[in-house]
């Protein structure tokens, strides 16, 4: 039961770091196109996102896959910038089912890049243990978790926004994704130059 709660405890501090921002940024970008009434295409997007992050893990705990981390560096500021454009140019149309299908590729490609970028420091987690597999559904586990608060804190954010604040749909939208990248443009900076 130890095991268990030190692996969920290190997959939802992965995501709930606000020292490793992009995971959250990522999430944002990811989400606030979406509102309540969207939950089920919400779940699915983290659940191919956490998937996509899991198999990536996999692959490197088992030595299958590994990336420079220049590289990774890269990638992942360079997924969020892309996901925040995607916003920015489909503005309030990016919740139609016409956009859902981009998005859950999006969610899986860019789990994988993401998956990268935390492999090196869970192989150090899980060592030479021989039960690598439950650890990573238990670190996937709280990966989840975390995604969903985060999720949750975004919908109800862009709810309040909306109805008090009486912003549309399109203005949330174009103020949060530009948000991101302007937050997320010197990392990406940071890792052309590094």
């Known amino acids: 039961m130890d095991n268990f709660i030190f692996f969920l405890k290190a997959g939802l501090f992965h995501v709930l770091d606000w020292n490793a921002y992009d995971h959250i940024l990522f999430l944002i970008a990811l989400a606030v196109v979406y509102d309540f009434k969207n939950w089920k295409k ?15 893990l996999i692959l ?8 420079s981390s220049q590289w990774v560096e890269f990638l992942i500021p360079l ?8 916003n920015i140019f489909y503005g309030k ?9 981009t998005n ?9 890049i993401h998956g990268l970028g935390f492999s090196g420091y869970f192989k150090m987690l899980i060592g030479s243990s021989s039960s690598k597999f439950i650890s990573l559904l238990e670190f996937a586990l709280g990966i ?12 109800s954010l862009g709810f309040l926004v909306q109805k008090i604040f009486r912003y549309s749909k399109k203005e949330w ?16 900076i940071g890792a052309i130059f590094w």
Do not use: D, R
């Not at 997924?79 to 995607?86: C, F």
């Not at 139609?96 to 299908?101: A, E, G, M, P, S």
């Not at 989840?144 to 919908?155: D, H, K, P, R, Y």
């Open 79 to 86: 997924t969020i910038i892309i996901t925040a454009l995607v």
């Open 144 to 155: 989840e978790i975390a995604q969903i608060i985060i999720v949750l804190a975004i919908l």
């Open 42 to 56: 919400i779940l699915w997007l983290i659940t191919l996102f956490t998937i996509g992050h899991t198999l990536t």
């Open 60 to 67: 490197a705990a088992y030595k299958v896959v590994h990336i």
């Open 173 to 188: 939208i174009l103020i949060v994704s530009s948000l991101v990248i302007g937050i997320t443009l010197p990392m990406l």
């Open 93 to 101: 149309n990016t919740a139609k089912q016409t956009k859902t299908n």
């Open 104 to 112: 859950l590729i999006f969610a899986l490609f860019f789990g994988l």
